[in-house]
């Protein structure tokens, strides 16, 4: 499985900026549709956005629509977060996911289709 590593978390205030980024090495990074998931304290970690193999397609939360931006460089074996207008309950420990597919156009919001996990990145967002 591909390794990822999440990075640029931090403390922002309502209705600032964050990008987040997520490193991968070990495997071919375009043979993985990539996901980001979050997860509050004593919430189950929900679904945020994801982009398929190529970049073609993107999927996002209802929550984070028009707000948060997820990209990928597949020269640079990374994907991105993009979140701006954030609010208090964007809090969360955030996860950087990549589920391995044969096709292009794959994306998903399932937690149970991605099988490498990064260690998460802390974002909170203060009111």
């Known amino acids: 499985q591909v390794q990822l590593v999440e990075s640029g978390g931090g403390l922002v205030q309502a209705g600032g900026s964050l990008s987040l980024s997520c490193a991968a090495s070990g495997q071919t990074f375009s043979n993985y549709a990539m996901g980001w998931f979050r997860q509050a304290p004593g919430k189950q970690r929900e679904f945020a956005a994801a982009?398929?193999?190529?970049?073609?397609?993107?999927l996002y939360a209802d929550s984070v629509k028009g707000r948060f931006t997820i990209s990928r460089d597949n020269a640079k074996n990374t994907v991105s977060l993009q979140m701006v207008s954030l609010k208090p309950e964007d809090t969360a420990v955030y996860y950087c996911?990549?589920?391995?597919?044969?096709?292009?156009?794959?994306?998903?919001?399932?937690?149970?289709?991605?099988?490498?996990w990064g260690q998460g990145t802390q974002v909170t967002v203060s009111s």
């Open positions: 996911a990549g589920d391995r597919t044969y096709s292009s156009m794959y994306v998903s919001r399932r937690t149970s289709d991605y099988a490498s």
């Open positions: 982009i398929s193999r190529e970049g073609g397609r993107t």
